[in-house]
């Protein structure tokens, strides 16, 4: 019954450049004060010569000579004020004075940022270039097109465990619900033609497991787990995942299975970030690498109104924003023609609703609108596209910004805005799914990776796609070539080579992300194949303490493995102090070549004077020249993890229903209660437990228990300590039959 989703958001698209008119007539600038410091480069008449670049350079009131050329011109460079610069230019010895300019580059591709074009191009611990060759990278998904120019010479075989047959090719003939995302994903690990995936030599096996629309059975993904198994694959993608959040999920449990049996299991977190507790199975699966996902180099445009910074989240088909001084927004409702009579050469802001994106977009482009911003309308970003190309551009903005702008609006008769945009790299997608797991409370993700605007392979062509499902198979062809570099390395080394040489990222605040959001931090490939020390577990759990004792002691074990061909020397660094937490770290050692050694890592809490609920941190640990951090996290008491996960309600033929439900630590109390839709007035229980134990929980409600006929609001609950969590949905009974849709969230209420 449970349903598997890929992890894949919206479509975007490369787009031509679009600028806007100017609105109105500007004033000029200011002037530049002239004692203001810039660096330029002068171009000297004649040749090289120090003696006459320093008698121009005595002749400067503020002069401070930097670089003196000789090679590609004569000449040198100097930081002065504007009032020097300016006279330089009248020096009978002087050709040209130009102010240096910042160049940037256009674009960087995610095999750049991760480290795998270093080794592509030449590794120095290798005689030739890594690229994957001879390692088997399984991809679990809606198939492969196989005869795509790109993935021909990568593709080996495969299966279909949708239509149980060996042709694992992807929907087709379906419309709209054919599929694309598992040549996407190939594409990322193995494309071998005009795109260059990051193990391009990899040999591709593809399992078809999820059908039209992108959606398949525990029974499929379990039956595609089982084949690469028994096909030996060295890596395996699982670019999938469902909303539980739980480790005992059978998909989780068959992941750490296969690492057992030597293959290295990568799988997307999951795209219900940037709430904790989101991260969804298979995702949380103990010894898996659970994938988040991060921003490639991007251009980011943001709109700026009374100092106040919106992102802008540009939507596929529409064109490109580009900087503007001044553009008034008005109100456009909900896009209606009858909703834009105001709004020609003016940004118009629509709420979501009622009306498609490309719908609401052509109405303004129609009514003139200049650009379009499409409010959500609920928490988060919003991320979409459009049916069709529209001449402006569109954006999304979360509630809360279209809120804050429509307040604006009220208080003002008119709210201008500027565009404009920034580089930027490394950033924690908002999609991207947080842990930790619940009841086991390990870290996940355990690693991130870019996972937006990645262009990769798809039938017919190429094309930009976004989500977790992206960033786990840069993952997965990062293991390839871990594999081809040392072949001799176990899963857990794999695992620990890519967690121990991460790097911990910052979001825009400067402020380091926690550890169950970005896990070790974003890979890098090109230092993970040159360690020659690690450290296993790549992440530390304390388990979760209680305040039943007065002082607690959690002891957690890491191995410590020298790879490399001589003795390294290994310290531990003590963590920041904290009020309540002690450390006891191993003394310094020297580690043999060859020798592996487990050690401690004791905590102790003073519960009177530590009073977090979830701590996460790090501890470093210098092996040599190589610095690893290892994440930690432990648990005080119970937290505010959701308590129900996962609810849904189908007919059966009898007509009564079958229900499942994920109770991540238990509950003291589960029911399914009906109340009547117009007065919410308690009807009646569909059913009920107390005590009940972790884990999924199936029942069944015979059709004599269902209430007579009407439309019911549908409320499934469970509490546990103090905490209650509720999902709810409608029950439709008219005659014999009955229907029951999902609704909502009862915790997310408030925040919609």
Known sequence: MKKIILLLLAIILPCDHYTFAAMHELPELPAESKQEKRVAIVK?????????????????????????????????????????????????????????????????????????????????????????????????????????PDLRRSYKKGWDFVDRDKDPMETVGHGLRDTLHG??????????????????NAEVYAYRALGPGGSGTTEQILSAIERAIKD????????????????????????????????????????????????GSPGTAAKAISVGATTPKLKVPFLEVDGEKIILNKMDKSKQWSSENALEIVEGKLGYQKDLQNVKGKIVIIKRGELTFGEKAENAYKAGAKAVLIANDMDGPLLGMLEREIPIPVAGVSKKE????????????????????????????????????????????????????????????????????????????AAALLLEAHPDWSPEEVKAALMNTALPLNDRDGKQYKVYEQGAGRIQVDKAVKASVLIMPGSMRFGKFKLADHLHEHTAYITISNKGKS????????????????????????????????????????????????????????AGRQKVTVPYLYVLEEPEYPRLMGFNMVQENNGGFSYEAYLPTGAEEFGIAVFDKETLRFVKFLDWKKEVKRGQLKGNIKKEVLPQQGIYEIVAFAKKAGKEDAVSGQLSVIGSHALYNSIENESDKENL
């Open 567 to 622: 003795s390294e020397w290994i310290t531990f660094n003590q963590p920041s102090i904290q009020s309540g937490v002690t450390w006891q770290l191993p003394l310094s050692l020297t580690l043999a070549a060859g020798e592996t050694k487990k050690l401690p890592i004791k905590m102790m809490i003073d519960s009177e004077l530590f009073k977090n609920k979830l701590q996460n941190g790090a501890i470093v640990v210098n």
């Open 183 to 200: 040549t996407h994903v190939a594409g990322i690990i193995a494309a071998k033609g005009k795109l260059k995936g990051i193990a391009p």
């Open 232 to 279: 030996k694959v060295d890596v395996l993608n699982l670019s999938l995942g469902s909303e539980v959040n739980g480790p005992d999920l059978p998909i989780s449990l068959a992941l750490n299975k296969a690492v057992d049996k030597g293959i290295v299991a990568v799988a997307a977190a999951g795209n219900a970030g940037p709430a904790d507790w989101t991260v």
């Open 402 to 477: 279209g809120s804050q702008l429509q307040r604006k609006l009220g208080k003002k008769k008119t709210v201008y805005a500027k565009i404009n945009s920034y580089w930027e790299q490394d950033i924690l997608a908002d999609f991207s799914s947080r842990g930790p797991v619940t009841s086991t409370w390990d870290i996940k993700p355990d690693v991130v990776a870019p996972g937006v605007v990645i262009n990769s392979t798809v039938p017919g062509g190429y094309l930009a796609l976004q989500g977790t499902s992206m960033a786990a198979p840069h993952v997965a062809g």
């Open 44 to 148: 000297l008449k004649g040749s090289c010569s120090d003696d006459k670049v320093n008698k121009i350079m005595a002749k400067l009131k503020s002069g401070q000579k930097r670089t003196v050329f000789c090679e590609i011109f004569s000449g040198f460079s100097v930081r002065a004020n504007l009032e020097d610069l300016d006279k330089l230019t009248s020096y009978q010895d002087v050709e040209l004075v130009s102010q240096v300019k910042t160049y940037t580059a256009e674009s960087e591709g995610p095999a750049k940022i991760i480290g795998a074009d270093w080794i592509q191009g030449a590794s120095k611990s290798q005689s030739s270039a890594l690229t994957g060759k001879g390692v088997k990278v399984g991809v679990i998904d809606t198939g492969i097109d196989y005869n795509h």
